[in-house]
T-cell receptor
Framework: AQSVTQPDIHITVSEGASLELRCNYS??????LFWYVQSPGQGLQLLLK??????LVQGIKGFEAEFKRSQSSFNLRKPSVHWSDAAEYFC???????????FGKGTMLLVSP | DVKVTQSSRYLVKRTGEKVFLECVQD?????MFWYRQDPGLGLRLIYF???????EKGDIPEGYSVSREKKERFSLILESASTNQTSMYLC????????FGAGTRLSVL
């Protein structure tokens, strides 16, 4: 069965510093991968997706992610974090048969002044 | 603009009540989903539907049922609400991308 691991439950980053959120997946074939962001009390918003092709994908709000098959990873990055980026971030993989998504348990990003 | 609309942002119900959570999407998607979200447990899939009148159990269907009479509408039903069903409920629909509603925070007292 597919699985997604986000090893960090919480991360604190200073405003203006760079950010990397880790995501590891377990999937037999080429995965379809996603990163979502959830602001407090809100639903999830799609940041970016990887289906195929270029392994470095650009998303909204200045985020990017790199697919590394050899490491089964899809880490999310941002070069300079803003206070408004404080939120919870979820990595997800589309399950075989393309029926459902499997989500990681999320990483809460805190931004310090 | 893409829209998944959940009928209520906040609900307070009594134990034993029948509760309906409604979700409507305007993207003509075939696939719709109900999740619950609890701290430390992430998103857990309750039920999903891939077509009108079709439904599939997710990971935690016990205590819930669903209804999909029209393509745009997917309802989650708590037949007899219990306190352990206090949670945030998220509806989603998917074409190539999965879109989420804003969520319904349900408190069962």
């Amino acid at each position: 069965a597919q699985s997604v691991t986000q090893p960090d439950i919480h991360i604190t980053v200073s405003e203006g510093a760079s950010l990397e959120l880790r995501c590891n997946y377990s999937y037999g074939a080429t995965p379809y991968l996603f990163w979502y962001v959830q602001s407090p009390g809100q639903g999830l918003q799609l940041l970016l997706k990887y289906f195929s092709g270029d392994t470095l994908v650009q998303g909204i709000k200045g985020f990017e992610a790199e697919f590394k098959r050899s490491q089964s990873s899809f880490n999310l990055r941002k070069p300079s974090v803003h206070w408004s980026d404080a939120a919870e971030y979820f990595c997800a993989v589309l399950n075989s048969g393309y029926s459902t998504l499997t989500f990681g348990k999320g990483t809460m990003l805190l931004v310090s002044p | 603009d893409v829209k998944v609309t959940q009928s209520s942002r906040y609900l307070v119900k009594r134990t034993g009540e029948k509760v309906f959570l409604e979700c409507v999407q305007d993207m003509d998607h075939e696939n719709m989903f109900w999740y619950r979200q609890d701290p430390g447990l992430g998103l857990r899939l309750i039920y999903f539907s891939y077509d009108v009148k079709m439904k599939e159990k997710g990971d935690i269907p016990e205590g819930y049922s669903v209804s999909r009479e029209k393509k745009e509408r997917f309802s989650l039903i708590l037949e007899s609400a219990s306190t352990n069903q206090t949670s945030m409920y998220l509806c989603a629909s998917r074409g190539s991308i999965q879109y989420f509603g804003a969520g319904t925070r349900l408190s069962v007292l």
